[in-house]
Nanobody
Framework: QVELVQSGGGLVQPGDSLRVSCEGSMRSFDQYSAGWFRQAPGKEREFIAGISRSGDTKEYADSVKGRFTVTRDNSRNTMYLQMNNLEVGDTAVYYC???????????????????WGQGTQVQVTV
């Protein structure tokens, strides 16, 4: 069964950094573009970052641009979300997702992703 397994996250203070990892069990990890989403309490799940199959192209939501960085290591079937200068407003459950043989380099549309990680909590509190 193909799956994405997340690790990382936790409880931090404003200004701190965290890294969340997402490892895929599929052999053909480089056939998937990938994205990161988050869902805060009472809100819809939103796109925050995406990366193309090769890792050469990236896209970010305005809310995280300049603070978050998405990368991937296809040799390890893993992608990462490095989060710096975290804010209270970044508190949410974070999800990684993979889009198999994507039509576009990166999609921001939740429904176009085929596989999802289990989610990991990031809480930023004073």
């Amino acid at each position: 069964q193909v799956e994405l397994v997340q690790s990382g996250g936790g409880l931090v203070q404003p200004g701190d950094s965290l890294r969340v990892s997402c490892e895929g069990s599929m052999r053909s990890f480089d056939q998937y573009s990938a994205g990161w989403f988050r869902q805060a309490p009472g809100k819809e799940r939103e796109f925050i970052a995406g990366i193309s199959r090769s890792g050469d192209t990236k896209e970010y939501a305005d809310s995280v641009k300049g603070r978050f960085t998405v990368t991937r290591d296809n040799s390890r079937n893993t992608m990462y979300l490095q989060m710096n200068n975290l804010e209270v407003g970044d508190t949410a459950v974070y999800y990684c997702a993979a889009d198999w043989l994507p039509v576009k380099l990166i999609t921001t549309v939740l429904e176009e992703y085929d596989i999802w990680g289990q989610g990991t909590q990031v809480q930023v509190t004073v």
